[in-house]
């Protein structure tokens, strides 16, 4: 019977081990054992505190004693899963840690020393913490994000207080950047005491400041013969002397629309069909009057500038007009709008208007596109 009984128990471990064991990651394995391991020293704690405070004994002790332990299986149990299917522990994994502290805190009560009472405290805090890390990287597996990032560590702290640096410069590299941050900023505080008719006393001391700072710079860095250090030294001063700048500033907001402003894509290099369109329109559109306007030079002016605001419009609206709108909308000849027109098509916006035409549509600029057959022509202007 006895063999039997060892043979049954042989096998029973071996499959165990088999399906459970070795498929998982050695840490995850020692993780189970020491968690078992503590989850034991706080069922002996309450074994005792059922016996000597709540009186239970016999069956009634091995029934009732160890029922948080059980709870708190269970309660792990259901965290794991809902973390398997809810991506989160939920309230079973807060229940894990109250009752790991409930646990602890009834076993160090029936504790007969001071350093027995710390033990029992600390075997169920040791068993939560160990589920804790479990499944910190079981929820990592899972959802695929990384750990919380703690505000106050060490190494913050360090770099907070000046001992340690935040990038992987070396020593000299952070000791010259320094230098030439003092050479800016004296240099800077000189300016302004200048500018603002400070004492002679004061413009000499400040002047005398930054004299020694570059003295220093110049030993120390290798500024006269760097040149990569003269251009952070001059980047530096040319960002401290124009800060006043920066409040006229006017930084677009990506993600939202403005009213006066069209965003102009970047200009690509011009496809060949477009390269001799540049310069020079279609020379098959008739014009009625091939001679050009006699006006003066005040007229002349106004009836650009109201051309210029008809094509400014029509841009905004992402039109680009033809000649024969100009004309006919101005009252000019075609000649001139065509004059004008080949100047303004050239500008950004208008020329990506153009080539966008071109890339999604094919239309190919002549001064005449979209391509419609006009009814009537266009009379030159009595002026």
């Known amino acids: ?61 091995l029934l009732l004693f160890a029922f948080i332990e059980v709870a708190i299986v269970t309660s792990a149990v259901r965290a794991r899963r809902n973390m398997r299917e809810n991506y989160s522990a939920g309230i079973d994994g807060i229940a894990v ?16 020393s001071l350093a027995e009472a ?13 589920w804790e890390r479990g499944m910190a990287i079981e929820r990592h597996r899972i959802r695929g994000t990384g750990r919380i990032k703690w505000r106050l560590t060490p190494e913050r702290m360090l770099v907070r207080l ?11 590299e952070v000791d010259a950047h320094r230098r030439l941050t003092r050479v800016a900023l004296a240099a800077k505080k000189a300016r302004n005491l200048r500018e603002q008719g400070a004492p002679d006393r004061k413009i000499r001391a400040a002047l ?23 251009e952070a030294l001059l980047a530096q001063i040319a960002a401290l002397y124009n800060t006043e700048a920066l409040v006229d500033a006017d930084p677009r907001v990506p993600w939202g629309p403005h009213a006066d402003h069209q965003p102009v894509p970047a200009r690509p ?43 400014n419009r029509q841009i905004a609206k992402g039109i680009v007009p033809r000649t024969v709108d100009i004309a006919a909308e101005i009252g000019i ?36 596109f979209p391509a419609i057959e006009l009814q009537d022509e266009v009379p030159a202007a009595g002026r």
């Open 1 to 61: 019977m006895a063999y039997f009984l060892l043979r049954q128990a042989w096998r029973s471990g071996a499959l165990l081990l088999q399906r459970y064991v070795l498929p998982r990651p050695i840490e995850d394995v020692l993780t189970i054992v020491a968690a078992c391991i503590a989850t034991g020293v706080s069922a002996q704690g309450m074994w005792r505190f059922s016996g000597d405070v709540l009186g239970l004994d016999g069956p009634l002790r």
């Open 97 to 112: 840690w109250a009752l790991t502290c409930l646990t602890a805190v009834l076993s160090s009560l029936d504790a007969h």
């Open 118 to 130: 710390i033990f029992r405290l600390a075997a169920p805090l040791v068993a939560a913490w160990l």
């Open 162 to 172: 000046g001992l340690a640096e935040v990038s992987d410069r070396t020593a000299s």
């Open 208 to 230: 005398s400041r930054l004299d020694k700072a570059m003295d220093q710079a110049v030993e120390h860095t290798g500024l006269a013969v760097d040149s990569g250090r003269q």
């Open 269 to 311: 290099e011009l496809p060949p069909a477009l390269v001799e369109l540049v310069a020079e329109e279609d020379d098959n559109m008739v014009l009625l009057d091939s001679n050009p306007q006699i006006v003066d030079i005040a007229e002349r002016a106004r009836l650009m500038r109201e051309a210029r605001s008809y094509w």
């Open 333 to 368: 000849s075609p000649a001139t709008a065509r004059d004008w027109r080949s100047v303004w098509k050239l500008e950004p916006q208008a020329h990506a208007l153009i080539e966008q035409l071109y890339r999604e549509h094919g239309i190919i600029d002549t001064g005449t």
